[in-house]
């Protein structure tokens, strides 16, 4: 299984940028999918999922700014991301639990990860 993300970049404060994640290979299912991100020297947190079922969860820092999505027959993942902020700046990772068969269990794969740079 492969998550491939896209559509990081550079942007001026208060512009918007989207993030795309297409998951190929053997998926009998996917279960929560989602996007994280990593400031510099920290950890990786939650930005955002979604479930089968189209539930969302966001971070408190940006409910009412970014937007998640999926598709699932294209088997993709999306977050809508406007009013950017610096503090914003960070590499994103898109996330999938994925069932490859269906006697098979659960596994979470990870994206390569994508640079958004916020400029002041």
């Known amino acids: 299984v492969q998550l491939q993300a896209s559509g990081g970049g550079l942007v001026q404060a208060g512009g918007s940028l989207r993030l795309s994640c297409a998951a190929s290979?053997?998926?009998?299912?996917?279960?929560?999918m989602g996007w994280y991100r990593q400031h510099p020297g920290k950890q990786r947190d939650l930005v955002a999922r979604?479930?089968?079922?189209?539930?969302?969860e966001y971070a408190d820092s940006v409910k009412g700014r970014f937007t998640i999505s999926r598709d699932n027959i294209k088997k993709m993942v999306s977050l809508q991301m406007n009013s950017l902020k610096p503090e914003d700046t960070a590499v994103y990772y898109c996330?999938?639990?994925?069932?490859?068969?269906?006697?098979?269990?659960?596994?979470?794969?990870w994206g390569q990860g994508t640079l958004v740079t916020v400029s002041s």
């Open positions: 996330n999938a639990n994925v069932r490859t068969a269906p006697w098979a269990m659960l596994a979470e794969y």
């Open positions: 290979g053997s998926i009998f299912g996917l279960n929560d």
């Open positions: 979604i479930s089968s079922g189209f539930v969302t």
